[in-house]
């Protein structure tokens, strides 16, 4: 985290393992190929250390599939450089 100079979406929950992955992932989704949010850095965090580098919850992994999104990613903690 923490690139400057770009546009940056970061999702947020508690622990960083079911809601903002999801929502990482789904955005990520959403967005393919589209022109106008190219260069845009997507990523996800949690408030807490909990789960800081851990993966999904493996029902959030299962939903993300079921819907054909695919999620790859590793816990994560938002902190100060995330404002920079």
Not at 30 to 48: H, N
Not at 69 to 75: A, F, L, T
Request: charged share 20%; glycine share 14%; proline share 6%.
């Amino acid at each position: 985290m923490g690139q400057t100079g770009r546009m940056r979406i970061c999702f947020v929950c508690l622990g960083n393992i079911c809601r903002s992955p999801a929502a990482e992932a789904v955005f990520v989704e959403l967005a393919a190929g589209r022109s106008d949010v190219r260069g845009i850095v997507v990523e996800s965090a949690g408030t807490g250390p909990w789960h800081v580098g851990n993966p999904p919850h493996a029902s959030t992994v299962m939903e993300a599939q079921r819907r054909g999104i695919p999620i790859d990613h590793r816990g994560q903690q938002f902190g100060v450089a995330d404002f920079i």
